[in-house]
Every structure is written in C-alpha cells, then in structure tokens.
C-alpha cells in the first residue's frame, strides 16, 4: 500500500480535533472553562480598564461645601503565551500495517495529534487556575487531611460570601467524584425486605461536575499527597489560540527504518479571571512556574475572581 503524507489534511483535522475537545470541555463545565482565537505578537497580552469607581455618599442640599472627588485609576490584566511542539515517528512499516485508506490514516494522525494538543491546553489551564486561586488563602478550604465531601465542596464555596451562587462547577478527578458518590449511596440507600436500593447521585450542590484525571488536580507535599477539586466561576479559565497551530512532517530514510516524522507547534494564551500573571516570573513559564502563587497577583476582589478550591486527601 503505497501512502502518501498530505500535511493539510493533517493539520485541518488536528485543528478540528483541538476545537472540538476544547468546545467540549467548555460545555461540560458550563462556561467556566472559555475557549477562543486571539492571534497576537510577543509573550504576554496586556489588558487596561478601570478599577470600580464611584462611592455615593449622603448630600444635604440646604449647603453648598467644596468636594474632593475621587481619583479614576486603571487596572493592568496580563495574560500570558505558552509555547508547545510536538514531535513524532512513525515507520512506513507500520503505516502499512494499519491497513486502511490514503484518507483515513492522514485523518487518524491528524486526529491523534489534535487531542494531545487539547490536553494539554487544558491542562496548562488548570495549572494557571489552581496556582492563582492558591496565592489567595482566603479562597482555599481543607489542608489535605480529609476525604472529598459535600462539607468541603460547601466551605469552599463560602469562601466567596454572598458571591457562593457565582460557582458554576466543580472540577474534581475521579477520586474526588468517587468519594462523593460514596457518600451519596451510604445516605440515600432504602432497604428493604430482600436488599437494599441505592440511588444516591454525587452530592455537589446543584453544580455540574466536571470529572477529569489530570495531573494538574494532584498534589504533593513531602511524603503527603492528596487531590484538588476546583470551583469555577463563569468565564474562570480562558484558553485562547495566540498563535497559529503547524504541523509538518517530513519522510526520513536515514534509519534502519524509513519512516516519517511529524512536527506540531503552536501557542495558546492561558488567562485566569481576577488574577494578573507577573512579568517578573518570565515568559513562556514552566509547569512550575505556571503553579507558583507568586506568578499571580489578585486584580481587585476575591468575590470577583476565578473561584475557590478545596484540598483534600
């Protein structure tokens, strides 16, 4: 079978796989995870507006006194760029052995490809997420000795006040979800004379639960380890395409096997609601980077940011 690499029927699949999994997790959590395109030059995106004006204060209109208004101050919002590639190989031997059409191999790399992509998107997203809620201990609940509950998911959603009804979704990974299905079975079962009836559904509040195993929901202390369940508002994370996603390939017969290697590269900018990344920490920050509290820096107020968290066991 004599197949032929067609890089733009790869890409445009790539490219349709990348938006339909990042369409997918946007729906699944409501909105609170947004997706776009914001094609820009350099490695951060800086937006200005204007911090809340305005403070009416009580008038006595039989005097006439001098006033001093309030200052109209700005706000800065830095978004940052995330560089990524990807590279791959793959043996014409093994191109023969998938034993299928021109069309459809070109279309599995393409897809194949797409959903690494979108992955990891999602991931850097939730990295961004987890260090700038983290930088504010007010919006935190739990320090990792208890189990996921229905208790902590309601602290941490008190952590906003009056804001609480903002939290649109949970994001826990399926331990997190586990556990919460525990309880709900343990406190829903009927019995009755030949066994017991179980239709408990995962306590979490009215809220929609988004269930994902990434890495990015675990953490690591020392010997002790533990998950985060996150509670976003609407509009929380923003992934956005900053710059236009390539792939390329190129046949290589330089080896004991001939084959073809596939080159993906691309940038997404990560935004997180409420929360300003810093310049100071560099650009196109590591994993590391991208989790430390001291790359985010809080806007305005709690009650207006990204959501809450809950660190559990």
Do not use: C
């Amino acid at each position: 079978m004599a197949f032929k690499i067609i890089d733009e029927v790869v890409q445009a699949t790539a490219v349709d796989t990348i938006k339909d999994n990042l369409l997918k997790a946007q729906d699944a959590t409501g909105g609170a995870i947004s997706v776009g395109k914001g094609i820009h030059k350099g490695d951060f995106f800086d937006k200005t507006f204007f911090a809340n004006f305005g403070n009416p204060t009580r008038r006595d209109p039989n005097t006439q006194t001098a006033v001093t208004p309030n200052t109209l101050s700005t706000l800065d919002d830095t978004i940052v760029k995330l560089y990524f590639k990807d590279d791959v190989f793959i043996t014409k031997t093994q191109m023969k052995r998938y034993g299928s059409s021109l069309e459809s191999f070109n279309a599995e790399v393409g897809r194949q490809l797409g959903s690494a992509i979108s992955r990891w998107a999602i991931q850097k997203a939730l990295i961004a997420g987890i260090g700038a809620i983290t930088s504010q201990s007010e919006l935190v609940a739990g320090d990792g000795t208890a189990d996921p509950s229905v208790g902590i998911l309601n602290e941490s959603m008190f952590k906003l006040g009056d804001a609480y009804e903002d939290v649109k979704v949970f994001v826990a990974p399926s331990y997190g979800t586990y556990k919460l299905l525990g309880d709900a079975i343990n406190s829903t079962a009927d019995q009755i004379s030949y066994g017991a009836v179980y239709d408990g559904t995962a306590g979490t509040l009215g809220r929609k639960l988004w269930t994902v195993d990434n890495a990015a929901l675990n953490w690591v202390d020392g010997d002790n380890s533990g998950h985060y369940i996150l509670g976003l508002t609407e509009g929380a994370l923003s992934v956005d395409e900053s710059e236009i996603v390539e792939i390329l390939s190129q046949l290589d017969t330089l080896n004991s096997n001939a084959g073809y290697n596939f080159h993906s590269e691309g940038g997404y900018s990560v935004k997180v609601k409420g929360f300003s990344y810093d310049k100071a920490q560099g650009a196109n920050p590591t994993d590391a980077i991208l989790a430390d509290t001291a790359s985010w820096d809080l806007i305005s107020q709690i009650k207006q940011s990204a959501g809450v968290l809950a660190k559990t066991k």
